[in-house]
């Protein structure tokens, strides 16, 4: 039995992220616990949710779009975005009641062949869905390792792989660096210092000369 077959404080951190509380949920077969522990899991692997609005104005980069649950019967669909690349991503989970089976769906936007499936039970994840009816995510949802483990595998890891990543942007052409006028200044500063010095002391010198040759002449002047 894994670490986290039985209760993983991170997964279940990340579902009251998402979810401050399961009975909000409001399931009864558990379908949309492990929708959601599958969203959970998209994000935890770098998915971004792109949603105008969260569920419950939540704040959290967990937080599901405010429609993701009670928009379809036995369906939930998340949209992503994911930094490096170029279009955005879509989860979609589907429900077969009779059967207890979760067809778990995922594709790039802009592409007509990445896509990614897989099929779980729902029972062996949420094995008493009227856990859910309560206030803690503790032992909601179980063999949490191993779903992580199977959304990497088959999933999220391929997905990505397949996608286009984002173009990279031209660089810009930039002014010459700061530190560069700043060398310069070094430079020039201490020239443009030595060049004032040097002519105030020219023009003292001249001053002081002239001065010397007027008291001289007039002293001259003086003598009888």
Request: with cysteine.
């Amino acid at each position: 039995m894994s670490a986290c077959s039985e209760a993983c404080p991170a997964m279940e951190k990340h579902l009251q992220s998402a979810v401050r509380e399961p009975r909000f949920v409001q399931t009864d077969d558990g379908g949309s616990i492990l929708a959601l522990a599958l969203h959970c899991l998209m994000v935890d692997h770098g998915f971004r949710v792109d949603a105008d609005r969260t569920f419950g104005g939540g704040a959290s980069p967990f937080c599901p779009a405010a429609d993701w649950h009670g928009k379809f019967t036995n369906e939930w669909v998340f949209d992503y975005r994911r930094p490096g690349y170029a279009s955005a991503f879509a989860l979609h989970c589907s429900l077969q009641a009779a059967s207890g089976k979760m067809f778990v769906h995922a594709r790039e936007a802009d592409s007509p062949t990445n896509m990614r499936y897989m099929g779980l039970l729902v029972d062996k994840y949420v094995p008493d869905p009227g856990m859910a009816k309560g206030s803690s995510w503790a032992g909601v949802v179980v063999e949490q390792e191993a779903l992580k483990q199977q959304l990497e595998e088959f999933v999220a890891e391929p997905l990505l792989a397949a996608a286009m990543p984002s173009p990279e942007p031209e660089e810009p052409i930039q002014d010459a660096p700061e530190s560069m006028f700043k060398q310069l200044s070094a430079y020039i500063s201490p020239a443009y210092e030595s060049l004032k010095r040097r002519d105030i002391l020219v023009a003292g010198t001249a001053i002081a000369a002239v001065s010397i040759g007027i008291l001289w002449l007039a002293r001259s002047r003086q003598r009888p």
